[in-house]
Structure formats: C-alpha cells, structure tokens
C-alpha cells in the first residue's frame, strides 16, 4: 500500500512523485508500506493550507474544537488493537507496548479535549480604580511538529492534541521509520469531524522534509522530539528566524538501589527500565548505580532475569524484546558494544546480534540484552545515549555518592531511586538533576495529567503534558480596561 501526504484534507502524492519503503524489523525482507519520500514544496503547500485553516479554526469556539477532539479519542479506543498491531509491523516493539503507545494518545485525546472548557485565562487586581486587568490564552498560528519513531502514535498525538484545542492548525513530518500511525492519526482526525487544513502530514527525511518546517515564515512555531544532536539544529535554525521551539530530545536515566531496597523490585525495575522497547525509550535506564553491600546479590538476580527474555516478533504473545528500529540502530549498539570490549570492559550477559533467532520465523535487527558490570561513572557506557538494550552497572557506598552519579550526566531526563527510606526518598527528589523522579519505580511511564519532559541536554523548558501542555502552545493576550471615563493619574506616571 502506498500512503499520500494528508494536505488540506486531501490525501496527495509528493511533488515528485518520489516514495521511500517502509521495512518491519522484524523480517526485514518484508516491506509494510511505502511513503511520499517529500521535500520543501510539499511542506510549504501543507503550510499554506495550515495557514489559511488557522483562520476560521482560531475563531471556532474551543468547547466545540474540544468536541471534535473528544469524537477523535473514541475513535482511537474503536481502532486501538488495529492501529497497535499495524505499529508492532512498522516499529518492532511488542504488542502489549504498543498498545501502550495507542493508550498514551487516547489519554492525550480525552484530557485535551476537556481543555476545550477549561482554558482559562487571569483575571488580576487592578492599581486603579474602575480598571479590569485580564488575560487571555491564543493560539500561535501553524505549529511545524517534527517526532520521533520509538512512540508512534503517542508523542504525535501528544503534540497534536493540545495544539489544536488551543486553536492552533498543524503540520506534521514523522519520523521516516514510522510515518503510518500518524497518516492513521490524520484519518482519525477526518473521520472526527476536523475541517481540511487543521492537521497536515508530510512524510519524508530530515533533512529533506523536516528542516523546511523550521525556515517557513508562515510556521510560527516548532515542537520537536527527538536526538539531542538534531534538537541542536532546531534551535540554532528556529533562534536565527526568531521562532519559538519546544524541544524534548536525549536521555542516560539512571536508577539507585540503597542496601534498603526490596532487591526483586529493583530487579523488575532494571529489566524492563532498560530492555523493554528493546532500550528504546528516551527514558529507558541504561546506568544502575548499587550499594555495595548488596551488589553480588542483585546481580546474580539481575543476569538471571535478563537471560529469561526472549527475543522475538513483536506480534507473538511469548516476546519480550523485539527488534530494534533499523540497520543503521543495531550497528550503533553494536559498534558500543565492540568498543568498550576493546578496551577491555566483557558484557557479564548478552552482547551480540541475532538476526536469526532459534525456532523463530524472524529475520530482522534483532540485540540479545546486554549487561556490563562495574563501569566506571565516565565511561562512555554511562555517558553517551546507546538507544538499545544495554545497560552498565556502577557501585556506591553512600546517597551522597550515588545522587553525585546521577547527576553526572549531559543529560537530564528521568532518574529512580529503589529505598524504603521515606525521608531519603524526598531528598532524591529535592537533589536529582532531571525532569522526572521515580521511587520504587523504573525510569519508564508516563502519567498524561504531569509535566513530561527533562532539563539540562535533554529539554529547554517545555513540558508536552500535564498543565503547562496549553501554555506551551498558546500566546498570553493580555487586556485593560479602564471604566472610570477618565484620565487616572498611574496611568501617566506609569508607561
Ligand atoms: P532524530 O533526531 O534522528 O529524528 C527525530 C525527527 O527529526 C525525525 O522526524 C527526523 O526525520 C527529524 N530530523 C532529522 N534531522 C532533521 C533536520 N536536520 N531538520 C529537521 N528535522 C530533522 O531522533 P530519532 O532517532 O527519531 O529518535 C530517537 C531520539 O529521540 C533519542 O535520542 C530519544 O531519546 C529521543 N526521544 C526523546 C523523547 C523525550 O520526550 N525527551 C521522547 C522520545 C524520543
């Protein structure tokens, strides 16, 4: 099947006519699609629909944008076993994440759409008498959104949603490894009722489709996830043509487990922190940090787990880890892996590729889960953002310590900390240096009611969920009215 760019609500191939495949990882002589392969033409036809469309939209009334939000979320519950397993074909993970994934844009779906009554503004006191002071939220115009492909349909959907209940009309260019949940998404939307122009999808590569949104004078604004690397390139580009731009990028999440720790807990923790979606969450923990009283005991329980995983097709009820995204991916964790044993650090589990696995009907970019113990806080290891199932392990011998090791990353995330200790748990809090804590709990899952996101080299700021979502979208508009039909004094003395 060969998928059109969704442009003023019309599905429509590419200037050129170009296309590009779409390969499932796991068998990876199995094409699942093909896409517009799209360049500047294509973004800025898209723009200028989004642009026209921003004029009635902002003016619709934002109960009933909510509305036809709401009318999009129902559909997504209709279609949620469908979109996930069509997504396990395009990115790899297992079925039960990608219903996850699916699960994500709903909860989006349904909290936007109340925003759509409850978008309020301030009302302030005044310094004078007979005077409103008050403010109210605006849409910024086309919002360019470029996304990532480890959550298809989440973070898209986590973009999309508040922009266009706030008023704002879209244009979006996914990740080229998995544009079908969001050409998907654009049918939701249609069959929700969303007039032509709102949201536009423009499949294509980076470099080609994506940096256009970012120089188009009629796109007033950039919300980005993905590698710190091209987040660098978004802002560089939005600061020089004055644009705003939200960024949510990479990640080194570590976890902390005390010598008060319910070791089994931590274990779990570990496993799935790091291996579920094959290593490839931005929030996935790729550094464990271990008091050394209990470091023999949590590794031999840590290794044991790890080597009852099984790899395998995302769709087979018994996988645990699917493959990883693409070639280019699977060499990168490789290339790690091969460097670090060359400087003489040996994976105590896991460390190679399996593209055939045994029994199993898979050919695809498959990386048995891998273990390195005992790394030294500034290795590479624990410093650079693998992005598969690779974790390093370090020991401690005090909190001090093991929040210092936290902390000592570029990145800044998401962090955890495994205690019985309630008044420790609070300091991690308070010390670590990343977006999001966890206690007891891995690295990984998000709650769409908070903030999501990280500081340092992994955000600037914005947040795409939870209460600041809207007013990373929306304008402040502030208004004064004076009644008193006179002059008032302030007034003058103040400019
Ligand atoms: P990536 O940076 O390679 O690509 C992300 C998007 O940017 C894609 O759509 C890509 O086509 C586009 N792009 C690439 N070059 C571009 C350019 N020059 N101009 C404009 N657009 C360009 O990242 P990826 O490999 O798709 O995703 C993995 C990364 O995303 C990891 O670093 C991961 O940690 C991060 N991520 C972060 C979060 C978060 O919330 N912090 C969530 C998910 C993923």
């Known amino acids: 099947m060969i998928y059109k760019n969704f442009i003023g609500g019309q599905w429509i191939d590419s200037s050129k006519g170009k296309t590009f495949k779409n390969i499932d990882p796991a068998h990876t002589d ?5 896409f517009q392969d799209s360049e500047q033409v294509d973004i800025d036809h898209a723009v200028e629909f989004a642009h026209e469309a921003f004029k009635m939209w902002k003016n619709t009334p934002a109960p009933h944008r909510g509305e036809i939000l709401y009318k999009a979320a129902e559909i997504l519950v209709r279609d949620k076993e469908c979109i996930a397993k069509q997504m396990t074909q395009e990115m790899g993970k297992t079925l039960a994440e990608t219903r996850g994934d699916v699960q994500e844009a709903i909860d989006m779906a349904y909290y936007a759409a109340g925003e759509g009554r409850r978008m309020a503004g301030e009302v302030v006191p005044s310094e004078l008498n ?5 403010s109210k939220k605006e849409p910024i115009g086309v919002i360019g959104a470029i996304t990532p492909w480890n959550f298809p349909i989440a973070i898209p ?6 922009a266009l209940v706030a008023g704002n009309t879209m244009v979006i260019k996914p990740a080229e490894d998995t544009p079908w949940s969001v050409c998907k998404l654009a049918e939701v939307f249609a069959e929700a009722g969303l007039p032509a122009g709102v949201f536009n999808v423009v499949t294509g590569y980076g470099t080609t489709a994506g940096f256009p ?3 188009n004078p009629k796109v007033k604004m950039i919300s980005f996830t993905g590698s710190t690397a091209t987040g660098r390139i978004v802002a560089t580009t939005c600061a020089s043509h004055m644009k705003p731009y939200s960024l949510e990028m990479g990640g080194k999440n570590g976890i902390v487990v005390m010598n008060d720790a319910d070791i089994d807990l931590a274990v779990e923790g570990v496993v799935w922190g790091a291996f579920g979606t094959t290593g490839q969450r931005c929030t996935a923990c790729s550094r464990v940090m271990v008091h050394e009283d209990i470091h023999e005991e949590f590794m031999e329980k840590l290794v044991a787990k790890t080597e009852t995983l099984e790899l395998g097709c995302g769709l087979s009820s018994s996988t645990d880890v699917g493959p990883l995204i693409n070639e280019k991916a699977l060499n990168k964790v490789d290339g790690y892996v091969e460097d670090a044993k060359q400087r003489g650090l040996e994976p105590i589990c896991g460390g190679f590729k399996a593209h055939r696995l045994p029994n199993k ?5 498959f990386y048995q889960p891998t273990i390195f113990d005992n790394v030294d806080i500034n290795d590479k290891l624990m410093q650079e953002e693998i992005f598969g199932p ?3 392990v370090t020991t401690f011998n005090n909190s001090k310590e093991a929040i210092w090791m936290v902390n000592n990353t570029c990145y800044g995330l998401s962090s955890a900390l495994y205690t019985s200790d309630v008044n420790l748990a609070f300091e991690f809090f308070n010390q670590a240096e990343t977006g999001m804590v966890y206690v007891n709990a891995s690295t990984i899952g998000a709650e769409i009611q908070l903030p999501f996101g990280g500081i340092k080299g992994t955000g600037n700021g914005h947040r795409d969920a939870g209460s600041s979502m809207i007013d990373n979208c929306t304008e402040n508009k502030s208004c004064m009215i004076d009644y008193s039909g006179k002059v008032q004094k302030a007034q003058i003395d103040n400019t």
């Open 130 to 134: 007979n005077k409103w002071c008050m």
């Open 361 to 365: 009907d898979v050919n695809g970019w």
């Open 390 to 392: 690779v974790v390093a």
């Open 30 to 34: 199995s094409v699942v699609s093909e």
């Open 157 to 162: 959907s986590w973009k999309a949603f508040p």
């Open 213 to 215: 949104l970012l120089t």
